[in-house]
């Protein structure tokens, strides 16, 4: 195989040309700076490129790498870099690069690699994924690599997208970042909480209505489709539409167009749909509440978000990216955590994952007392003294004692808000969270507008 290798150190071309000639494979050696350095490439004839992505001129190895693609020069490319970041991975890949090389690297990672583009391994897509603009998502190499490469596939195409993970993982987040390094970066994102939003409503939220179409249709509504224009519609929590609602969604993913309520207009959505949802919805489908069609039509690219206890690796990382933005936005002056304190955030079971952490350490910045956050700053994580068991029952039975028994009515709905205050904090399913009170879903949310309690 022909191998170009693309680097403004002598030393580096010298010592991967050697290993590569090895193989027995023919090793041509750039610095970057040649002229007509497509035209070059051509001529030899090159099977694979390996490019650094740092070079010692005005243009770096991913300026290059456009300036290829631009030409219509098509080469399977592997980048190498001492600096691994998500926008390396993801700008890189916009334009097919599968393999990045973290410097310092063995020479069986390079030969591994390298073999991949073999005639009998070679299989590369040209348009696998995109650059990212804007580093908003926290992680390590080694955990977040492939969440990176999958959000520039999904920013290089129109199709559907379905982000998948616990609460707290960061789903909308992934989303934004599709929207923004697609070419629809200069219209509107639109985040929408499917849960949020009664069943008997949501066609009239989700394409609008004309004035008078019901009751209470007092003005004419543009819907949420129409609204996002050639943007990105996101639909959140998608696993609790109801069945009628599923098949009206179907309908309008399959033929692109819909109607406001009430109207006669049909209109061709021009946008993107971003979905995401915290339960498995294959379990969904399994128990028939949610359609298989709609699923894959849904599903035509699918990211799975890792929980916070998987990705151990990155809590020092997103600690320390967290009490910037508590400086940032609370005033307050942390310089550092203590070590104890990480290793105690590492070891902790974090059931509200990212956005859990998140929290915490905004509430331990306002803690600390001096520049440096401790563990007993993280008053929130801190184990709570058990119940006794009959002591609700004393309790309620000094306050009837004291105020009467007439009192009971209110004591009841205090209670009963205490209660779905708890459940909506440990359970942001609706449909899961109605099934564990013996009511239905549609009472739980009048329950909880009545309480007026956000979910």
């Given at each position: 195989?022909?191998?170009?290798?693309?680097?403004?150190?002598?030393?580096?071309?010298?010592?991967?040309?050697?290993?590569?000639?090895?193989?027995?494979?023919?090793?041509h050696?750039?610095?970057?700076?040649?002229?007509?350095?497509v035209?070059?490439?051509?001529?030899n004839?090159?099977?694979?490129?390996?490019?650094?992505?740092?070079?010692?001129?005005?243009?770096t190895?991913?300026?290059?790498?456009?300036?290829?693609?631009?030409?219509?020069?098509k080469?399977?490319?592997?980048?190498?870099?001492?600096?691994?970041?998500?926008?390396?991975?993801i700008e890189?890949?916009?334009?097919?690069?599968?393999?990045?090389l973290?410097?310092?690297?063995?020479?069986?990672?390079?030969?591994?690699?390298?073999?991949?583009?073999?005639?009998?391994?070679?299989?590369?897509?040209?348009?696998?994924?995109?650059?990212?603009?804007?580093?908003?998502?926290?992680?390590?190499?080694?955990?977040?690599?492939d969440?990176?490469k999958?959000i520039?596939?999904?920013?290089?195409?129109?199709?559907?997208?379905?982000?998948?993970?616990?609460?707290?993982?960061?789903?909308?987040?992934i989303a934004?970042?599709?929207?923004?390094?697609?070419?629809?970066?200069k219209?509107?994102?639109?985040?929408?909480?499917?849960?949020s939003?009664?069943?008997?409503?949501?066609?009239?939220?989700?394409?609008?209505?004309?004035?008078?179409?019901?009751?209470?249709?007092?003005?004419?509504h543009?819907?949420y489709?129409?609204?996002v224009?050639?943007?990105?519609?996101?639909?959140?929590?998608?696993?609790?539409?109801?069945s009628i609602?599923?098949?009206?969604?179907?309908?309008?993913l399959?033929?692109?167009?819909?109607?406001?309520?009430g109207?006669?207009?049909?209109?061709?959505?021009?946008?993107?749909?971003?979905?995401?949802?915290?339960?498995?919805?294959?379990?969904s489908?399994?128990?028939?509440?949610?359609?298989?069609?709609?699923?894959?039509?849904?599903?035509?690219?699918s990211?799975?978000?890792?929980?916070?206890?998987?990705?151990?690796?990155?809590?020092?990382?997103?600690?320390?990216?967290?009490?910037?933005?508590?400086?940032?936005?609370?005033?307050?002056?942390?310089?550092?955590i203590?070590?104890?304190?990480?290793s105690?955030?590492?070891?902790?079971?974090?059931?509200g994952?990212?956005?859990?952490?998140k929290?915490?350490?905004?509430?331990?910045?306002?803690?600390?007392?001096?520049?440096?956050?401790?563990?007993?700053?993280?008053?929130?994580?801190?184990e709570?003294?058990?119940?006794?068991n009959?002591?609700?029952?004393?309790?309620?039975?000094?306050?009837i004692?004291?105020?009467?028994?007439?009192?009971?009515?209110?004591?009841k709905?205090?209670?009963?808000?205490?209660?779905?205050?708890i459940?909506?904090?440990?359970?942001?399913?609706l449909?899961?969270?109605s099934?564990?009170?013996?009511?239905s879903?549609?009472t739980?949310?009048?329950?909880?507008?009545?309480?007026?309690i956000?979910?």
């Amino acid at each position: 195989m022909i191998i170009s290798i693309i680097d403004d150190q002598a030393e580096i071309r010298y010592s991967v040309g050697k290993i590569l000639k090895n193989q027995n494979h023919t090793i041509h050696k750039f610095d970057g700076q040649e002229s007509y350095l497509v035209d070059t490439l051509q001529e030899n004839g090159s099977d694979l490129l390996i490019l650094d992505v740092i070079l010692e001129t005005d243009k770096t190895g991913i300026d290059l790498l456009r300036e290829f693609r631009e030409e219509n020069f098509k080469i399977p490319v592997v980048l190498m870099t001492a600096y691994t970041t998500p926008e390396n991975i993801i700008e890189a890949s916009k334009f097919g690069v599968q393999d990045i090389l973290q410097k310092p690297f063995d020479e069986d990672e390079l030969i591994a690699i390298v073999n991949k583009y073999t005639p009998s391994h070679s299989s590369i897509n040209d348009n696998q994924i995109t650059q990212l603009k804007e580093k908003k998502f926290i992680g390590s190499f080694e955990t977040m690599q492939d969440i990176y490469k999958k959000i520039g596939v999904c920013a290089n195409n129109n199709l559907c997208v379905l982000v998948s993970g616990k609460t707290g993982t960061g789903k909308e987040l992934i989303a934004e970042l599709i929207h923004k390094n697609s070419i629809r970066n200069k219209s509107l994102f639109l985040a929408v909480n499917c849960a949020s939003i009664p069943d008997e409503l949501f066609e009239s939220q989700l394409f609008g209505h004309e004035k008078g179409s019901f009751t209470s249709a007092d003005n004419q509504h543009i819907g949420y489709a129409e609204q996002v224009k050639e943007g990105t519609l996101f639909l959140d929590e998608i696993g609790e539409l109801n069945s009628i609602t599923q098949s009206k969604l179907l309908r309008f993913l399959e033929n692109r167009t819909f109607r406001r309520v009430g109207g006669n207009k049909e209109q061709h959505f021009k946008g993107r749909i971003v979905c995401a949802t915290n339960i498995n919805l294959k379990d969904s489908i399994e128990n028939s509440t949610f359609r298989e069609d709609l699923f894959f039509r849904l599903s035509m690219i699918s990211i799975e978000l890792p929980t916070l206890k998987q990705r151990k690796k990155d809590i020092p990382f997103l600690s320390k990216y967290f009490i910037g933005l508590a400086n940032k936005e609370l005033g307050t002056n942390i310089k550092s955590i203590s070590k104890e304190a990480l290793s105690r955030l590492e070891n902790f079971e974090w059931s509200g994952n990212i956005r859990q952490l998140k929290n915490c350490v905004f509430n331990a910045s306002l803690n600390a007392t001096q520049e440096t956050i401790e563990f007993d700053n993280f008053t929130c994580l801190k184990e709570k003294p058990k119940v006794k068991n009959n002591s609700l029952k004393n309790i309620l039975a000094k306050e009837i004692e004291q105020n009467g028994i007439e009192q009971i009515g209110a004591i009841k709905e205090m209670i009963e808000k205490e209660i779905l205050l708890i459940g909506v904090n440990h359970c942001t399913n609706l449909t899961k969270l109605s099934s564990y009170l013996g009511i239905s879903r549609l009472t739980l949310r009048n329950k909880l507008k009545d309480f007026k309690i956000k979910y």
